[in-house]
């Protein structure tokens, strides 16, 4: 398919960093950016310093929709989900998909209130990207995007071409948002110490992460993940290989003031850890303090 036409709810660091590269994408027509706070343009230092820039059309209010799009991308924090299926209407025509491109493991139930399930393809992206201002963004390393097998999915990755971010489906879904939620839920004791990656070097962090970690995996197994063992020590390697300065965004917004997705990230692992009788009292614990000072 060419000339893909797109919205991207949501421009900030992630919803910046992948409509910017898509701007450049040959199968994609116009790309619209659907902004809260606006903005004039995007400018997105790739991790090999190249300065990516587009110039998106920007709207900030759901009546300057004229038509529907193909493809609408949210890239919200999840606790903004409400506010911005407000987009949603003047967006959809009969055969548009919804790309949810958040953290956690509940995309599809974050958005079922909202839009009919067989419309979401729930996505999982690493990549490490920082927002310095609106539309101004740091995309530290060539990151990965994960969509389920399918052709909903295939579509949605086929719209990557560049290397900057390989997009590939998956036919095990649940095990690849488990895996990216074992590598978010340590991300707590950043926002927790107001430190960036490098605190992983700190005495006894490394070992806090893992047993953060083993909670998620335990968890992970029960909903039908397939976790392996080495999941605690793989995320301790992933966090020391951060460049030491760098900021996740759970630490990102609660820097910034905003509120923090810890239920998503931490509260998720204990409510569902409840249901299926395994306790995680490290990520209630992250979640409930997070919660008291956001
Ligand atoms: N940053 C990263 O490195 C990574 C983030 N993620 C995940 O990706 C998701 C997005 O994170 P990230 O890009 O960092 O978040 P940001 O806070 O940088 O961006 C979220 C954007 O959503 C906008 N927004 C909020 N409500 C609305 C609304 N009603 N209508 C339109 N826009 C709205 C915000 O507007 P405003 O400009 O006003 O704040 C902001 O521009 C999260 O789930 C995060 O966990 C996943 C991998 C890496
Ligand atoms: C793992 C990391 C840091 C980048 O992909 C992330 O998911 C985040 O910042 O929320």
């Given at each position: 398919?060419?000339?893909?036409?797109?919205?991207?709810?949501?421009?900030?660091?992630?919803?910046?960093?992948?409509?910017?590269?898509?701007?450049?994408?040959?199968?994609?027509?116009?790309?619209?950016?659907?902004?809260?706070?606006?903005?004039?343009?995007?400018?997105?230092?790739?991790?090999?310093?190249?300065?990516?820039?587009?110039?998106?059309?920007?709207?900030?209010?759901?009546?300057?929709?004229?038509?529907?799009?193909?493809?609408?991308?949210?890239?919200?924090?999840?606790?903004?989900?409400?506010?911005?299926?407000?987009?949603?209407?003047?967006?959809?025509?009969?055969?548009?998909?919804?790309?949810?491109?958040?953290?956690?493991?509940?995309?599809?139930?974050?958005?079922?209130?909202?839009?009919?399930?067989?419309?979401?393809?729930?996505?999982?992206?690493?990549?490490?990207?920082?927002?310095?201002?609106?539309?101004?963004?740091?995309?530290?390393?060539?990151?990965?995007?994960?969509?389920?097998?399918?052709?909903?999915?295939?579509?949605?990755?086929?719209?990557?071409?560049?290397?900057?971010?390989?997009?590939?489906?998956?036919?095990?879904?649940?095990?690849?948002?488990?895996?990216?939620?074992?590598?978010?839920?340590?991300?707590?004791?950043?926002?927790?110490?107001?430190?960036?990656?490098?605190?992983?070097?700190?005495?006894?962090?490394e070992d806090?992460m893992r047993a953060?970690v083993r909670?998620?995996?335990?968890?992970?197994?029960?909903?039908?993940?397939?976790?392996?063992?080495?999941?605690p020590d793989?995320?301790v390697?992933?966090?020391?290989?951060?460049?030491?300065?760098?900021?996740?965004?759970?630490?990102?917004?609660?820097?910034?003031?905003?509120?923090?997705?810890?239920?998503?990230?931490?509260?998720?692992?204990?409510?569902?850890?409840?249901?299926?009788?395994?306790?995680?009292?490290?990520?209630?614990?992250?979640?409930?303090?997070?919660?008291?000072?956001?």
């Amino acid at each position: 398919m060419t000339n893909v036409s797109i919205a991207v709810v949501g421009p900030g660091a992630i919803g910046g960093t992948v409509a910017a590269w898509l701007s450049h994408s040959p199968s994609v027509g116009a790309v619209t950016l659907c902004a809260r706070t606006p903005l004039d343009r995007l400018e997105v230092v790739a991790p090999d310093g190249r300065l990516i820039q587009a110039s998106p059309r920007v709207v900030t209010d759901p009546a300057q929709i004229a038509a529907p799009v193909d493809w609408v991308l949210v890239a919200t924090k999840a606790y903004d989900v409400a506010a911005a299926s407000a987009w949603l209407k003047p967006l959809l025509g009969p055969e548009t998909r919804v790309a949810v491109l958040q953290n956690g493991v509940e995309h599809v139930e974050r958005f079922s209130p909202f839009l009919d399930a067989d419309r979401i393809v729930p996505v999982i992206v690493d990549i490490p990207a920082e927002r310095d201002a609106p539309g101004r963004i740091r995309h530290r390393r060539n990151g990965t995007i994960t969509a389920p097998a399918g052709p909903a999915g295939e579509a949605f990755c086929a719209l990557f071409v560049d290397e900057a971010l390989v997009a590939s489906t998956t036919e095990d879904f649940t095990t690849a948002a488990w895996t990216k939620l074992s590598l978010n839920c340590v991300g707590a004791v950043n926002a927790l110490t107001r430190l960036p990656a490098g605190v992983v070097r700190e005495e006894g962090v490394e070992d806090l992460m893992r047993a953060m970690v083993r909670e998620c995996v335990l968890v992970g197994r029960a909903v039908g993940a397939k976790l392996g063992d080495e999941v605690p020590d793989w995320v301790v390697e992933r966090t020391r290989a951060s460049a030491p300065d760098s900021v996740n965004s759970l630490l990102g917004d609660r820097l910034a003031g905003r509120p923090m997705e810890w239920d998503a990230r931490n509260g998720v692992i204990a409510r569902l850890g409840e249901q299926h009788g395994i306790a995680a009292p490290l990520n209630a614990m992250a979640a409930t303090l997070l919660s008291v000072v956001e």
